[in-house]
């Protein structure tokens, strides 16, 4: 087993003592992944209404992309300093303050929608306030979740909130196209709606989501300095978001790749959200039967068998004659997927100190996201330049390197020890 080279203090052996409920009867568990359940899918909802509107008022898909990335820089931008920050700060208290900014936000295009003076200004502020309150609420809900459930449970946590993620993104975009097609407000009355019931549930829980603080800390580039160099240092956690950042640079575009080889075999709209439809419940499933499967079996048998079973079903995409078989392979490369996800997220939340969970945090997603743009622009090159049969061999050879290095890397196989 790879040690953790920070011995913990008298507090944290305190807070390890605490005696946690089930994970069904944690009533602050509950409590917060309720809320995030409402308000991950409220959010699914307007993100699919926000080019729709920007689309009817300005029929510019130029300026609805911008608003798009409007959303998406300041996680690239902030995630450092606002890990570092969230070491510092009341991490419940941040999330409240997020949400209700969020609140705001949201409520004020409705509002300008009934008055009649909604502008794209607007909604580029709205989508850059969204962006910059989500850094810091989310890098605050995953730094928490270890002191609201135990360090066995947070593979089943773990497992619940990815699976939820997912469900959001498979119930928000269809309502949010019928919430559109009722009125161009309503999408983000729900959403509106969904911060409100966010800041309630956060509001009655009791538990801290950190351990005491000492009130003496230094300039902020040293606390960020140290996250990194802690993240250096433990070489299973650098393992871990190595590979997670490979696999997500290999095979990022999947997507993309899905879509045109379902126009390549005829393949209606309608028909390619089927396939998405499903295999995003392929990918739920297998987020709930990570932590059961871990029971029975290690962690570096479930990686590297996930992960050389994603070698041998991607290249199958070649041969695919029907949607059907593509959708059976994308189902299952779906369920595979989030099973590292969530085991290498358990054991990362178990493995950080509670001072440093901000930091490590805001550095491993900074590295895993970041990652996403250039694999999307990577898959779009492809494709267009040298067509489906090279790019599925290009995905296929890097998924093989992945699989190599999590075969053959001592920290991944002696991860149970």
Same mark, same amino acid.
């Given at each position: ?12 052996? /305190? ?8 994970? $069904? ?41 911008? =608003? ?15 890990? =570092? ?11 409240? /303050? ?63 909130? /990815?699976?939820?993620?997912? #469900? ?36 009655? /829980? ?11 800390? %230094? =300039? ?7 996250? @990194?160099? $802690?993240? $250096? ?14 696999? &997500?640079?290999?095979?990022?575009? #999947? ?21 998405? =439809? ?43 004659? &029907? ?9 299952? @490369? ?20 509670? %001072?440093?969970? %901000? ?16 694999? @999307? ?20 050879? %890097?998924?093989? @390197? ?6 053959? &890397? ?8």
């Amino acid at each position: 087993m790879i040690q953790n080279q920070n011995q913990p203090d008298l507090q944290e052996e /305190i807070i390890e003592a605490r005696t946690y409920p089930p994970l $069904w009867r944690n009533r602050d568990y509950l409590l917060m992944w309720s809320g995030q359940v409402v308000s991950g899918v409220g959010t699914q909802v307007s993100q699919l209404a926000f080019p729709l509107l920007i689309l009817a008022l300005t029929r510019s898909p130029a300026q609805a992309g911008i =608003a798009g990335a409007l959303r998406v820089i300041p996680y690239l931008l902030l995630s450092l300093p606002a890990g =570092a920050l969230l070491d510092r700060w009341n991490r419940k208290l941040v999330m409240i /303050i997020c949400d209700l900014g969020r609140f705001l936000s949201m409520a004020s295009i409705p509002l300008a929608l009934f008055f009649g003076h909604l502008t794209i200004v607007q909604l580029y502020v709205v989508s850059l306030v969204e962006g910059v309150l989500f850094v810091f609420f989310d890098l605050a809900e995953v730094s928490s979740l270890p002191q609201v459930v135990s360090k066995e449970q947070l593979p089943a946590a773990s497992a619940q909130n /990815i699976a939820t993620f997912n #469900i959001a993104m498979l119930l928000g975009a269809p309502l949010g196209g019928l919430l559109f097609s009722v009125g161009r407000a309503f999408p983000f009355l729900a959403d509106t709606v969904s911060y409100f019931c966010s800041v309630v549930s956060l509001f009655f /829980i009791r538990t801290p989501f950190q351990q005491e603080r000492s009130g003496d800390r %230094g =300039a902020l580039l040293p606390e960020v300095k140290e996250g @990194l160099k $802690w993240l $250096w240092e433990q070489r299973f956690v650098r393992s871990l978001v190595t590979i997670l950042s490979g696999l &997500n640079l290999v095979s990022g575009g #999947i997507a993309l790749l899905v879509i045109v080889l379902g126009q390549h075999v005829h393949a209606s709209t309608i028909d390619l959200g089927v396939l998405f =439809a499903v295999s995003g419940m392929a990918g739920v499933l297998g987020s709930l039967l990570a932590p059961i499967l871990y029971r029975y079996v290690s962690f570096f048998t479930l990686t590297t068998v996930t992960f050389w079973a994603q070698v041998i079903l991607t290249p199958l995409l070649i041969v695919a004659p &029907n949607l059907f078989v593509i959708g059976a392979i994308v189902a299952l @490369l779906f369920f595979l997927t989030p099973i590292f996800d969530v085991l290498q997220r358990g054991r990362r939340m178990a493995l950080i100190p509670d %001072g440093l969970q %901000g930091r490590i945090n805001s550095v491993y997603r900074l590295i895993v996201i970041g990652v996403y743009p250039i694999s @999307l622009a990577m898959t779009g090159f492809m494709l267009q330049s040298y067509g489906t049969t090279p790019t599925i061999l290009v995905m296929t050879g %890097g998924l093989v @390197l992945i699989s190599l290095f999590a075969t053959f &890397n001592p920290y991944i196989r002696h991860a149970d020890e």
